[in-house]
């Protein structure tokens, strides 16, 4: 008996969640008790919906990455020096400003930008009432989130899905310039914060770079499954977006700033997330987020470095020692004492020269006895002949953080493929910074405990 009323009750639930399932798979969320949890895509990967339609070169990728690491590197010298800010402002940017604060028609030839960089990892969203769904890039350097939304007033580049209309959701909400949330953009953006003259409050999103998104602080129902939403998320509609953000729909901010995604969904989770970035050739389950606690059991925790004159959205750790084959560097313990930021948006990781040469000369002084040098690639002067694949003997670099966590690195995150038939060591010279790269975040579960100011670390997470 008990069995045929576990089939009655049973039959109607499964003809229920049929939909639900159905619409999560299609949309690429899923749902999860402990937390938010969704997928995350690499662009260039097998299952990408973003695959660019004219591939890039690898010298324009490394040169993207460049100008990345260098927008990083001058927000860490301004807090150090002079303050926070982001600098100049480029003069295309100060004529979009202009037209906006005026709120008068002007020409201006439409030059895209350069691109921030953070167009290698996208997860989904869904925005509005009807909810639509969009592909949108991951940043933890950023703390602002915006989409691109009709009517473009300006300029909007291609995307894979329809532009966001902001008129067809009936919990769409622009804010004015009274709002609270309008003086808090300074922090969000580094930018202060326009009002037209109908007084709706405009953001700024600039990247240090010549790219940026102009629009109207807005409020709207954020879905990140059938279970999951939350009303009054406060995010940019993008108005005039330029830079070669490829084909996404916008961009999510999860740094530490009260305006970021991280933020506003942290009060049902906890204020702490973490992600396992696939790498580009994965044909597996792939990478994901999640927004909540993580499990203890399996990181490996260092502190989040919070230092007054650095910027407090930013994710800094403390690097303390590196190894090649289990051989320290031969380096003096204060090089290590660098700001250190880990970022998902850079994919090679940059160390100060002191540190890289180290690291380099190490590194050949092994290689060299297996395989033939090759010329230096771009910023990568440490190259070998073969593939990832073949260049198997690589030895391990570990790099351990302030508290015993460490991320040990394999051939796949020590090399990456520069050309037909070179390989090169993933890392670069840089100046007095260091920042942990994409590449070597690799297949690790990388946790962001804010609330307790800890950046955790467990291998194998994904593929």
Not at 104 to 131: C, E, Q
Not at 208 to 234: A, E, M
Not at 290 to 308: A, H, Q, R, V, Y
Not at 426 to 446: K, L, P
Request: charged content about 15%; hydrophobic content about 40%; overall charge neutral.
């Amino acid at each position: 008996m008990a069995f045929v009323w576990f089939l009655i009750f049973s039959l109607p639930l499964a003809i229920a969640v049929a939909p639900l399932l159905a619409e999560l798979q299609e949309n690429k969320l899923e749902v999860n008790q402990s937390g938010i949890y969704v997928k995350i895509y690499h662009v260039q990967g097998p299952e990408s919906s973003l695959t660019p339609e004219f591939s890039l070169s690898f010298s324009n990728f490394l040169l993207r990455d460049e100008e990345r690491v260098e927008a990083l590197n001058s927000i860490v010298a301004q807090d150090r020096g002079r303050g926070r800010g982001r600098g100049s402002t480029n003069s295309a940017l100060s004529q979009r400003l202009g037209y906006w604060s005026s709120a008068k028609s002007l020409s201006i030839p439409l030059n895209p930008g350069l691109s921030i960089g953070t167009g290698n990892y996208y997860f989904r969203i869904g925005l509005g009432t009807p909810v639509k769904y969009y592909d949108v890039l991951m940043d933890t350097g950023s703390s602002f989130s915006w989409i691109q939304c009709e009517p473009c007033k300006v300029y909007c580049h291609g995307q894979a899905d329809p532009v966001f209309n902001p008129s067809a959701s009936k919990t769409y909400k622009s804010l004015s310039c009274a709002a609270s949330e309008c003086s808090s953009l300074k922090e969000a953006t580094l930018n202060n914060p326009l009002c037209t003259t109908s007084n709706k409050c405009i953001y700024t999103a600039s990247y240090g770079d010549s790219s940026y998104s102009i629009g109207y602080l807005s409020q709207d129902l954020l879905t990140l499954s059938r279970s999951q939403t939350f009303s009054n998320f406060l995010y940019g509609c993008g108005q005039d977006n330029e830079g070669l953000f490829g084909r996404a729909a916008g961009l999510v901010g999860l740094a530490r700033d009260k305006l970021s995604m991280l933020a506003q969904v942290s009060s049902k989770y906890g204020y702490a997330f973490s992600y396992c970035l696939p790498t580009a050739n994965s044909t597996a389950a792939g990478g994901f987020l999640k927004i909540g606690k993580p499990s203890l059991s399996s990181f490996k925790f260092t502190p989040m470095i919070t230092d007054p004159h650095q910027n407090p959205s930013l994710y800094y750790l403390r690097l303390t020692s590196i190894t090649v084959a289990g051989i320290p560097l031969r380096v003096a313990a204060a090089e290590y004492r660098v700001p250190t930021v880990i970022d998902s948006g850079t994919v090679i990781t940059r160390l100060p020269m002191s540190l890289y040469s180290a690291l380099r000369d190490a590194f050949v002084k092994i290689m060299s006895k297996k395989y033939a040098q090759a010329p230096g690639f771009s910023i990568l002067d440490c190259c070998f002949l073969g593939t990832v694949k073949t260049i198997s003997a690589a030895p391990e670099i570990q790099m351990m953080f302030q508290g015993g966590a460490d991320l040990t690195l394999g051939a796949s995150n020590v090399l990456i493929q520069a050309e037909e038939g070179v390989t090169c060591l993933a890392f670069a010279g840089w100046s007095q910074t260091a920042v942990i790269g994409n590449h070597q975040q690799q297949t690790f579960e990388v946790a962001y405990d804010v609330s307790d100011s800890r950046i955790g670390f467990a291998a194998n997470a994904c593929h």
